[in-house]
């Protein structure tokens, strides 16, 4: 057999396909290579100020977020499986990363993040891409809200130039802290926070020719500039910027270093992958497409390694840069490789100048950042809406902003499939087919089903038979008078059946034999049937069709015993 003529390989193949590749062999026309070339420009010169400032606001120098946004970013156009996602640093990464740089320093940072990148990797191999598209919405909501509360509380030092040495890195104890130095505000740093905050906010309202958060650098920084006010700056912190790349370096990961950093590097994997599919998922829905997840997760990873390699910090998929570069045009790869590209030579030309950035300006950029983050109009709706979402929502919220990221997902995740089975074994319900003395049914009625026999009961089963609800139907069952020598269990809406589920029917037939009654199951659906055969007590005896066929073998039987008794 020829190998490129079977579907499952090129199927394989095609998954693990680059879009870039793909977009290559199926051409790309003059047209839109050119809206991709200006869309990449903008998005560049979107992400200038981000980078800087997620970098900034990760406890890391601001250098390294502009070659995360060009490795990362290069990487992930040029290898991704989304037509239009821009890859780079992100405001969710900055609570992670600053908790790791804070307990591990820099080099701690640079090797988790070197190996989230093949864990990253590694599930996208595994196509855990799908999986990771079932995480619930209102867990997905909770956490990214409570990263944006973390984010504002870590810029209000900043956005209003509070004179405070240290600022802890607890929620509780860094308000606390915060509220008790609010008497040495400073107002010139506050107005350029605040300026920059409205110009982020709302220029886009008067003009699209430059972005709101590069019009708030280049303002802030000139009047700092000309009027020399005494703000502190970028360069006041940090010292001058690189304005170049350092040469890759490869990290030797040790047993040891690998149980140490384990858990920050499964952080950055977990994070980095529901964000990229997030964004791509979005992206896809503004430009009609499909992406495809396993190869982005693969590019996700991919990029992830590099950045650590030149020095960089985690790359991931980012929402509001992607939304950007389609409203602006881009449909193909290539406008994130301009990107890229564009942000290096920004760097390489221009990187001294971002010295003189006030500290204040991207700390209202980044106040803007958190508040677009936040889904405040779902949050507000699951208030008044159910109150399991609200509660998966409100404890995954609480437990990233007091505790941590990682946690609250891992709680949020287990909160939420315990509500999840609840809400199955809710509606999973077992009832009498025919209601006594009323002769009403619970599903469609029957003739036969009216007009049947009184020794034979017949019970509906309806919903998933899993274990969270499996324990009801044999206590109903054990209910039964003695009346009753046939029990029919009509299984036509069962859906599936699990491990206890298949236990719970083994017991209630041995039981029903015990009792001296004949048990038959009808209307089971193929997968349901399919897994039933696999367990040596279901006998073809106990498999009838349809209502019809235990009446036939009823009387079949009861014609044999008249029979052997005459």
């Given at each position: 057999m020829n190998p490129s003529s079977d579907p499952s390989r090129n199927s394989?193949?095609?998954?693990?396909?680059?879009?870039?590749?793909?977009?290559?062999?199926?051409?790309?026309?003059?047209?839109?290579?050119?809206?991709?070339?200006?869309?990449?420009?903008?998005?560049?010169?979107?992400?200038?100020?981000?980078?800087?400032?997620?970098?900034?606001?990760?406890?890391?120098?601001?250098?390294?977020?502009?070659?995360?946004?060009?490795?990362?970013?290069?990487?992930?156009?040029?290898?991704?499986?989304?037509?239009?996602?821009?890859?780079?640093p992100t405001g969710a990464f900055i609570i992670i990363v600053f908790g790791i740089v804070q307990k591990y320093g820099i080099e701690g940072l640079t090797v988790a993040t070197f190996m989230a990148g093949f864990l990253i990797m590694l599930m996208g191999f595994l196509r855990a891409g799908q999986l990771l598209k079932y995480f619930p919405h209102t867990?997905?909501?909770?956490?990214?809200?409570?990263?944006?509360?973390?984010?504002?509380?870590?810029?209000?030092?900043d956005l209003f130039g509070l004179d405070i040495a240290d600022v802890p890195a607890d929620f509780v104890e860094k308000w606390v802290v915060l509220v008790t130095n609010l008497s040495t505000i400073d107002p010139v740093a506050t107005t350029l926070g605040i300026v920059s905050m409205v110009l982020s906010l709302y220029l886009s309202r008067f003009t699209k020719v430059i972005p709101g958060p590069l019009a708030a650098i280049l303002i802030c920084t000139a009047a700092v500039y000309f009027l020399?006010?005494?703000?502190?700056?970028?360069?006041?912190?940090?010292?001058?910027?690189?304005?170049?790349?350092?040469?890759?370096?490869?990290?030797?990961?040790?047993?040891?270093?690998?149980?140490?950093?384990?858990?920050p590097a499964i952080a950055i994997a977990l994070l980095g992958g529901i964000e990229s599919l997030l964004s791509a998922v979005v992206a896809d829905g503004m430009i009609g497409g499909r992406h495809r997840?396993?190869?982005?997760?693969?590019?996700?990873?991919?990029?992830?390694?590099?950045?650590?390699?030149?020095?960089?910090?985690?790359?991931?998929?980012?929402?509001?840069?992607?939304?950007?570069?389609?409203?602006?045009?881009?449909?193909?790869?290539?406008?994130?490789?301009?990107?890229?590209?564009?942000?290096?030579?920004i760097m390489l030309v221009a990187a001294p100048l971002a010295g003189l950035v006030p500290m204040a300006c991207l700390a209202g950029i980044l106040v803007v950042v958190a508040y677009n983050m936040g889904?405040?109009?779902?949050?507000?709706?699951?208030?008044?809406?159910?109150?399991?979402?609200?509660?998966?929502?409100?404890?995954?919220?609480?437990?990233?902003?007091?505790?941590?990221?990682?946690?609250?997902?891992?709680?949020?995740?287990?909160?939420?499939?315990?509500?999840?089975?609840?809400?199955?074994?809710?509606?999973?319900?077992?009832?009498?087919?025919i209601s006594e003395g009323s002769g009403s049914t619970t599903r469609e009625v029957s003739e036969e089903l009216k007009h049947l026999p009184k020794d034979?009961?017949?019970?509906?089963?309806?919903?998933?038979?899993?274990f969270g609800a499996a324990l009801r139907f044999q206590q109903v069952l054990a209910e039964m008078n003695d009346k009753h020598r046939v029990v029919v269990l009509r299984m036509k809406y069962v859906p599936l059946i699990d491990a206890t589920g298949i236990k719970r029917l083994e017991d209630i037939v041995k039981g029903m034999h015990a009792r001296k009654r004949t048990v038959y199951l009808t209307g089971i659906t193929p997968p349901v049937l399919h897994e039933l055969e696999q367990h040596a007590w279901f006998t073809p005896e106990l498999h009838a069709e349809d209502l019809a066929e235990v009446l036939r073998r009823r009387n079949v039987a009861a014609e044999s015993k008249k029979g052997s008794s005459t």
């Open positions: 394989i193949m095609g998954e693990f396909m680059p879009k870039f590749f793909s977009l290559l062999k199926e051409g790309i026309s003059k047209e839109q290579l050119r809206k991709d070339i200006l869309a990449g420009l903008i998005v560049g010169v979107v992400a200038l100020p981000l980078a800087i400032a997620f970098a900034i606001a990760s406890g890391v120098s601001p250098e390294k977020g502009l070659i995360t946004a060009i490795i990362g970013g290069l990487v992930v156009s040029l290898f991704g499986g989304s037509r239009v996602q821009i890859g780079g867990l997905v909501v909770g956490f990214t809200a409570g990263i944006a509360v973390v984010i504002f509380s870590t810029q209000v030092k020399d006010l005494p703000v502190e700056t970028i360069g006041s912190r940090f010292g001058a910027i690189s304005a170049s790349i350092p040469m890759p370096e490869f990290h030797f990961v040790d047993m040891a270093t690998m149980r140490e950093l384990i858990q997840s396993n190869m982005e997760l693969v590019a996700q990873g991919g990029a992830n390694v590099l950045s650590s390699m030149f020095g960089g910090i985690p790359v991931t998929g980012a929402i509001a840069r992607t939304a950007t570069n389609v409203k602006n045009g881009g449909r193909t790869p290539i406008s994130g490789i301009v990107h890229a590209l564009t942000l290096l030579v889904e405040w109009s779902y949050f507000r709706n699951a208030i008044k809406g159910n109150r399991y979402d609200l509660a998966v929502l409100l404890v995954t919220f609480g437990i990233t902003v007091l505790f941590d990221l990682v946690l609250a997902i891992e709680v949020g995740m287990v909160l939420a499939a315990f509500i999840f089975m609840k809400r199955m074994a809710d509606v999973t319900d077992l009832q009498p087919a034979i009961q017949v019970f509906e089963i309806t919903g998933p038979l899993f």
